[in-house]
């Protein structure tokens, strides 16, 4: 079946026993994932429909790939959200420290992959530093430091954070490449779920009374995170599933 309709990308049909039909970007890859019944002409139909949606998706996974941060000599990046170049150099000793406007990574780092790790554990110490008082400063002043058990840091793709119903709060260190008032505004989103454990209206305005611009710092998260996410980590996903009657 031909309709007319030319494509500006390709893609490639996965049959399995699902139920409903998807379809999945990574890494600029199409993929349609289908239920074995059906047929290319149909899935054919299927793509043209949601075509716009397609090359929407395509667009913002490259903008957002090309502007990741690199781990790369002379490169910037951001800590805190300040501006802070890139210093890369081999050394027998692992060494990471910030010096006149420089984040110098010292150390065996023969690969970027290598460096990435060595700027990560660092990063991590960091977050532990800056982030544990000042969630157990905002528990204290919300009357919940009973509740809060833990706080962890895990580089999570999905969340910057994560607080569970047994206390435990969660984040992801990459945060603290984030301006101190996006940090602050995490902090405070996951303490609040001490108090509420949802996002409800009652949660959100506690979230406000600590700080106002919250819904400024959750865009700003939106539009900017992505950059934290150094080339060849993440790689970003989209998905979109259908029912059959579509
Ligand atoms: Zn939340």
């Known amino acids: 079946m031909n309709t007319g309709i030319d ?3 390709e893609y490639q049909i996965v049959r399995s026993k699902r139920k409903t039909v998807a379809i999945h970007l990574r890494n600029g890859k199409v993929e349609v994932r289908t239920p074995q019944r059906i047929d290319n002409a149909w899935v054919q139909q299927f793509v043209e429909n949601k075509a716009d949606w397609i090359n929407t998706q395509l667009a913002q996974q490259l903008k957002n790939k090309t502007e990741q941060y690199q781990m790369t ?8 959200g300040h501006e802070l170049q890139l210093q890369l150099r081999l050394a027998s000793r692992n060494k990471v420290y910030i010096e006149a406007g420089k984040l110098c990574i010292e150390g065996r780092i023969e690969t970027s992959e290598k460096a990435l790790k060595l700027f990560h554990n660092w990063l991590k110490d960091q977050a532990r530093a800056y982030m544990v008082p000042r969630t157990e400063a905002y528990a204290a002043r919300l009357g919940v430091e009973d509740s809060l058990q833990q706080i962890r840091f895990r580089k999570t793709r999905s969340k910057w954070g994560h607080c569970s119903s047994k206390g435990i709060i969660q984040f992801n260190e990459l945060i603290m490449l984030a301006p101190t008032m996006v940090v602050e ?5 996951e303490v609040c779920h001490l108090v509420y454990m949802n996002h409800s209206r009652q949660y959100w305005k506690l979230v406000e009374g600590h700080c106002p611009d919250y819904s400024e710092m959750k865009t700003w998260l939106t539009e900017n995170g992505h950059r934290f996410w150094f080339d060849t980590e993440q790689q970003s996903a989209s998905h979109l599933d259908a029912g059959l009657s579509d």
């Open 185 to 189: 505004y995490l902090i405070i989103h």
């Open 7 to 9: 494509l500006d990308f």
């Open 73 to 80: 000599d002379g490169e910037s990046i951001t800590f805190l």
